[in-house]
């Protein structure tokens, strides 16, 4: 079961959604507070405009009740499923100046999240039948990582990990500098292995095949596949033959994925995800009648 | 001149680029931290990977300077240049640990300010030789909302009300909750001149043209035109014959706005500025030579 | 119907409120915390001591309830109630240890913001009969802008802009700053209108007469006379005519409001409301028996 | 030597001031950004329009360090000097822009702290000749309690305790609650100074002769008259004899305070030097050359 | 009756357990978020396993109620009881998973205070007959002062100043400097009286008999006997004779309390309380039944 | 090279420690605040009382310069170096006021960091020649875990997981809770690899022997052996043998660390390490000449 709050706390994510608040309210909100009565009710529907996968609907029923806690907000999908243009979300109802000031802010939410979601389950279903995993990358709006990467688990992407705190991965840029400090890579394993907690794993990146021999004597747990074509990838996972986790990266796209699933690679991690989804088109429409 | 500081104080920029730097880094970074010394110099180079107009430079500039304070940057193009693909934007020189722990969060944050650049700048020239202005929403990345109305300028947009508290906007919620009350627009618009602070400016959203003699009659700044056809904009921009601003709003997408800024109307407003723009490609290449 | 929420979010009052409380409480409260045991029932009335307009009951209700959730505070006048002294304006009921951390605060508020309020109502009864509303200003006490401008409100005026993104002023240090430039006052506002979003109005400062026929051909919004006679405001008025809000400021005391009002300026503000109000004296009377 | 640091610490000191300016920038200075070039440099002088003790230029100087780190801030006059009108307290030089950025923000505190500083030296100069010290009490403005109280320090008085955890007041309400209890204040004190570190005193109200018996039997360090005539209170100090020190309060006003310090009690505490001091009027005078 | 609210307002102490739960959380329990369902109920006992004083249940219980509102913790001892190994000292129900994440932190807190009570206790029953109190010292864990204290508190034991603005405490190395300066004693702590609020207390520190006379015609109100023989202290404090209350420190252990205590002395301050207190063994067991 | 800053980053060290100093300082230092001019300068040198293992001297040299920014501090002994007592590990340089101030802070850290490491130090010489590893555990101090984490690195020891989101940990109470979900543990492992990032290691704890076929079935990366005598430590590495690392716990004492290294198990975690490692006694020795 996919729950937001693996992800963030549930007070960071009040936190985050009173600083959406208060960044969208500035000094108060001049025309609803004037023009309508704090007693007036009213309820809306979220609804979908165009077809995809939601995410982040209840932080839009949080948004909703930080704006007013007298709001009711009850949601009629589950978060990552596909839905229909004009599918109703989710209902809204109680004080219409609330409703009015948690609007922009709880849709900014769900469009974002559930643009994140439509898209990883494209590339999820473009790679189903193989064995690859998509997974997110460290390409995430600042300030919304642990948001955006529940928001691919919702539409069936797997996470990659969180942080640089999370996993040791070893980029070109650390092996050119362990060539300056003269260190082999078997080496720079092992001292890692021993200042390390024995619970973190090690991710070596290669882009050519040649350098596979010496990654896995070094122990990686983890292969990460940089920029190969289809055919590349399929004689490196063959090379390494199940001695680490392949990884694949770059050049990744609706188009490729597929071909590069095929190679045969364990999983298959795709920046867009995060740092191109259009958002998902969708509105809040006021009841005529309360 | 373009100035980010006009949108966030030094200090909220701080914050923000400091907060973007702790939640990538977790618990330390644990791969460079042990494998790269601290004394350990590189550089490189910011560059883009594909065409656009490039806006936040001087943010990732600020990544690496609160991510290790000896690294140098050096900016080579102006926010809101147009560049080339491959086009060397930035170079960046010092400890390469710092460099490192910087380079992911100095990219996200330039690659979603000058994707927004880009897509605004594309607004912009499609409606050259019209007295249109395009300017943004409110439907911008919680937490991010300064910089992306930064961006939007930066790509040669102008900006919308910043927030909820900047100046009044009558939509067609708060005039269903008006009929409810039993007031009608003239009656409204005075009880909020008289309430208000004179500087205060009031436009209201019209989406028939019959409802316009009410809102000039209210005495409105600006009249908003929501999802009007070109032809519709046009009798309106005929009928208000600058008694008030109009502005555009709706169905606004790149092939429909040279349309829409032929009707006449001053201002087009257009979400997916900040809600759909996808990242612009750039990378950081690291100098093989120190 | 004024409202401190239009003016404070609840929670940036609640965060207030607290911030005060923590001030006065230092390391806990010696007395209250060893003699007086935690069931200890008692109950109190806020009065006044002298004559005034109220205004922050609610304010002082809130440090209570923040003092001792089991507080209970009854309010018996309106924010706004001209009382007369030894009128009874609220009761608090409940635990006596939290009635007595809460009362040093809550009377602070509640003195300082009637404070305000009672001055205020004495310049608006000055003025009655008159075009004029009396407006503040920017010279509150640092951190408490907000609550005074409501103070203001509550007392019967109206506010200016709350702070210097709200809109534009122009004010002679502009105005030398510009032909220091040797940029002109038509241009200038041309520029700032360019550039800034449709919904801001601009302000210009005059201290001559023979300055308005510029300021009106540049398009300013209001026009702040400043330091002006009654014979220069009533000269101003006639040529403006109405093509622009007229202001003025500088030397207005109780003495002088009445002359400077019936000049026909629309506007007159007046830093003595929040700068300069004594205090309302406001007590908390126990009750003998519980 | 007075030192704004012994009574708040740098850092909050610098938060409260830059809390103070946020609060007044909003969301940017529209004006000074868009028609003051960030180069351009003049200089002013802050001075007072009336006569008075000043106090806060410290503060002040720091808001303009803060709105902008290249002015330069030059002091003339020590705190808590007597100046005349029109006297030049400080100068300030650097980028124009930031300097009307910190103009308000800085007036707005000196004026204040000057304020509370007149008033203090007014009070102590009505009972000079006598042992009497003035002291402020908890009346002061919610979240500028050590500002104020550095103010009247720089005015020539002495400072109360500064919260509730700083020494025992026992007050009617304590005894009321006391006698529900069935506990004598002998009793009472005797049960403090065995909870309390042994570094705190004890200070006990009494609004009657009567009841300076007991106070004294329980051993009170100070003794608090309040609301007494001057006749009772030199009664009252006759009596008490020098066994603990003597505070007059209630009723203290530039009139009577003379008279009550007369009767030879240690301290008096003056609520109305931090609730009702008017703001001294100083301003700030740009240069008209650079 | 002991409580921690006198030491530590509930709101800081809701922040400190709320940084202590997300410290220990990171980026959310990868283990029981994934296997233990939300709405899997378990109960658990807290109970000691070795023998000692218990403070910081309520700590623990706030634990349980912010890692999930929904847990009954119920406490079975109070504050301050001694217990055996392996007695209840409390039970909580609830969410299992809330449970797991709450246990660590609300051992840690529970152990820490416990350690410290239970080393107080000791002390105590030390000195049990002699006229003296045993308080702790500055020498706290960073952060962790006010509930350290109260443990101290809780475990029989008194306090001395809370921190630096507290009181007034003249060290061997203010002596010195005073010397620097040419100004003796009584000429400093009259200074001191004087610019002081009248509340304030003073403890000198003498390291020799020798000092004694002098600090007792300066006037303090405390004299700190450092590292002396209990034979010197005898002598001091027969010197003394009741002028100042007396104070002794350094070289205290469990095994020289006692003679310490026997020469009279009122204080003696122990850092070893907080500084060195071994963690008391208090673990959590699952109820194998829910 | 132990660095801290690979366990906290400079800022978060920087707010840890400026809080330290506010806990501590209070309302300003009374005493030095008054008697020691702002100029006087002075220096001192930090020395062991007794024998141990230093860590956290950077620390007491930021309390230091937050404490005064012109004290200069000299580091004689590398982090983790075993003094004798007596010895100076650091010197400070600069206005005495400062130092004073700073003093208590400075020593209550590195008091605690270096027992802490003392400790961790006789741990790892106890099971010298052996292939375990000392680690610690969760039971650290609320608020310094990072720190303390720190320390026994300083000590010579390894870290265990730092945080529930660290990596999987499936204790009793998870086991009892997938019982009563009817879930095996071979389901359970293999559910968690497919919903985690590929990032992350499992470990799962046993306290009989015949219950390790099982998680060796399941692939487990790490086995926790809880409370087992050195002989089934032996017996279950054998049975191990090489498919996991092994990791002992529970009832490791410096008596019994030999005997439990002694099995052959990989990793040894200890929670005295943190909880109860009483302070290394360090001081601060005033120059008596300048």
Do not use: W
Not at 112 to 119: C, K, M
Not at 164 to 189: C, E, F, P, T
Not at 230 to 249: C, F, H, K, N
Request: hydrophobic share 45%; charged share 20%; with cysteine.
């Amino acid at each position: 079961m996919i729950d937001i709050t693996h992800y963030i706390s549930r007070s960071a994510l009040r936190q985050l959604v009173a600083a959406a608040l208060d960044e969208d309210l500035g000094q108060g909100d001049l025309t609803s507070d004037l023009l309508i009565p704090d007693d007036l009710i009213g309820s809306a529907s979220v609804r979908t405009r165009s077809a995809g996968v939601v995410a982040g609907l209840g932080v839009a029923g949080l948004v909703f009740q930080l704006a007013d806690e007298r709001l009711q907000f009850e949601q009629h999908v589950a978060e990552g499923a596909a839905c229909e243009p004009g599918q109703e979300l989710a209902t809204v109802r109680g004080p219409l100046r609330g409703l009015l000031r948690g609007e922009r802010v709880a849709l900014n939410f769900a469009q974002r999240l559930s643009g994140i979601a439509t898209l990883t389950a494209q590339y999820v279903a473009a790679v189903r039948g193989t064995r690859a995993r998509i997974v997110d990358t460290r390409k995430t709006t600042p300030g919304l990582r642990a948001m955006e990467k529940y928001a691919v688990r919702a539409g069936g992407g797997r996470n990659h990990r969180r942080d640089l705190g999370d996993a040791v991965m070893i980029k070109d840029n650390h092996l050119a500098a362990l060539a300056r400090r003269g260190i082999g890579l078997v080496q720079a394993v092992a001292e890692l292995r021993d200042q390390l907690p024995h619970t973190v794993t090690i991710e070596i990146e290669v882009d050519r095949l040649d350098q596979i021999a010496e990654v896995l004597e070094a122990g990686a747990n983890t292969i990460l596949l940089d920029n190969m074509t289809p055919a590349q990838l399929r004689a490196a996972v063959e090379q390494i033959d199940g001695r680490a986790q392949t990884e694949a990266s770059g050049g990744v796209s609706l188009h490729s994925v597929a071909a590069i699933a095929a190679s045969g690679v364990d999983i298959i991690s795709v920046g867009a995800l995060t740092h191109s989804a259009p958002a998902l088109d969708i509105g809040l429409d006021m009841a005529t009648e309360d």
